[in-house]
Every structure is written in C-alpha cells, then in structure tokens.
C-alpha cells in the first residue's frame, strides 16, 4: 500500500501510557505507518482559557486547563512511548502545540516526525524553529490546513517547507460536503512534491478517504480509539476503532488499485484487439 496512515492517539489513551500502548498495540496488528500522540505545555494555555468551564461527562478536569493538564504526558513518559511505538517499527509522530512543547519534542526527546496542528498554520515563530532545526535534528515536517480558507493556505509561506500537507477541515465531525474535494485538489495542485499530499480525517466514519487518496493523498490520518464509548470529547465523533481501521486501510488499498496499470503492454485487451481486426475486416 503506497498510502502511509498515522493513527493519532491525541488524547484518547486518558493520560495513561499503559493505554497508549495498547493502541499503539493494535497500530502495529493493523499495519499502519505511525501513530501520533499531542505535546502541550499546559502552562502556556491562554489565560482566556485557562478556566474555561468543562462538561463532567467527557472532562478530566472542571476547567480547560485541569482536563489538559490531566490528559498531558511529560517527556519522559513521550520517550518511553517513542520508544515503545520504534520497537514495534512504527513512526512516533508529534502535534506541538507550543513554542516549549516543541523544544522538549525535538531537542530533549529527539522525536524525528514533528506536527505542526492547523491552528498554527501561520505562526511564524513555530514555523521557523522548526525549519531551521529541520536539517540539525534530522526532522520531517508535518502541517494541516483545518482553520484557514484555501487562499490564506495557497498563500502560506511556510507551504513547500514541510514535507507533508494535510488537507483537514476542524469540524468534529464534518459531513462529506465539508470535506470539499475541490478545496483539497488546489491545496494538492500548489504542492511541489506530489508526495507531500496528505489528508488529517475529521469526516464521519472516513468516508471521504477515498476520495483523498484518488486526488492524491499519500498520506491519511484518521483518529483512533479502543473503544467509541470511552470517557473523552472525541471516541464518538471523529474517532475509528480496531475495525473501522480495518474497513479504511481496504478501502485505500482498494482506491489505489483502481489507478494500477492491469496490462502494461498494451492498452486494450486480447478480445479488443480481436474485435478492432473483425471491425477492419483483418480477422484471421
């Protein structure tokens, strides 16, 4: 299969590292690329935030700042799950969501596959630290494109100095209209390496992968879950478990058959080739 799939983890492992490692787990049984896990350092929440009231049943905490803080693994715990994931031949990706989150991830952690999440789109001082410590530290790029419009993303300086591109709308969960082919095909078109195109899945069930990968896609990113009914804000809405992954990795392989050359040496077949000499009046 050409089209790698990462498996973000984001922060339905619970804060738990013993629960992380079961999807990780389950990532290695299903055959995927990679998983990502998200970095933040609580501390640099924005106050506005900070004590944001939160709904009991799906919160680790009362207030915005006490759910993160709750769900957040230091970089100690980060390694040993990097580790973990690299044992089982997995990439270990990822999301830095802060200028502090993405120092411990490339410089004490040594993580190689960093994301930059869609809300950082155009930060200038995250783009450029991880740019200029792209060669240094051995890194390959990650950006998604949720939360800007086509022309800001079109426009983005930082667009060809990532090695990958996620299409993403941030709706949790969006409908196959929002998805917008279209919008993903002139984000594709702008990219310089057709290997760079790549899809963050928000869409219900993935049902829009698919399409993605027949635009382009060669990467796929699909939130993950080992159960839909788990305590958190995103198992029901965007999230696949064991199964669904399965359905969507034969769903992808499925697409990219459809663009497989069957005959190489020909562009008919026998029995076409049969019926032009018949209607040529050349039949033997």
């Keep these: 299969m050409l089209t790698r799939v990462i498996l973000e983890l984001g922060c339905n492992h619970q804060g738990s590292v013993e629960v992380a490692k079961q999807m990780i787990d389950d990532a290695q049984r299903l055959g995927v690329w990679g998983v990502k896990i998200q970095k933040r350092h609580p501390e640099s929440i924005p106050e506005e935030q900070k004590n944001l009231p939160r709904h009991a049943k799906d919160s680790f905490g009362e207030t915005y700042y006490e759910h993160r803080k709750a769900l957040e693994f230091s970089v100690e715990q980060v390694m040993e799950l990097k580790a973990y994931a690299e044992a089982k031949k997995l990439a270990f990706v990822v999301s830095v969501f802060d200028a502090q989150s993405a120092k411990d991830m490339v ?7 960093v994301k930059l999440p ?17 060669v240094e530290y051995c890194l390959m790029l990650i950006h998604s494109t949720g939360m800007h419009t086509v022309q800001e993303v079109l426009n983005c300086p930082f667009l060809n100095r990532f090695d990958v591109t996620l299409y993403c709308r941030s709706i949790y969960p969006c409908t196959f209209e929002q998805v917008d082919l279209g919008a993903a095909r002139a984000i594709f ?6 290997a760079a195109r790549g899809y963050s899945s928000h869409d219900k069930d993935g049902a829009a992968i698919p399409w993605m990968v027949a635009l382009g896609a060669r990467w796929v990113e699909r939130h993950y879950t080992l159960d839909k009914t788990m305590k958190g804000s995103d198992h029901k809405t965007v999230s696949s478990n064991f199964e669904d992954v399965q359905r969507i990795m034969t769903d992808i392989a499925d697409t990219e058959d459809l663009f497989v050359v069957k005959n190489a040496t020909s562009l008919a077949s026998e029995a076409e080739i049969k019926n032009r000499l018949f209607y040529r009046g050349k039949a033997e």
């Design 107 to 113: 410089e004490r952690a040594l993580v190689k596959y």
């Design 118 to 134: 869609s809300q950082f789109l155009l930060d200038y001082n995250l783009n450029m630290y991880l740019i200029l410590n792209k």
């Design 189 to 194: 078109d702008q990219l310089v390496c057709p």
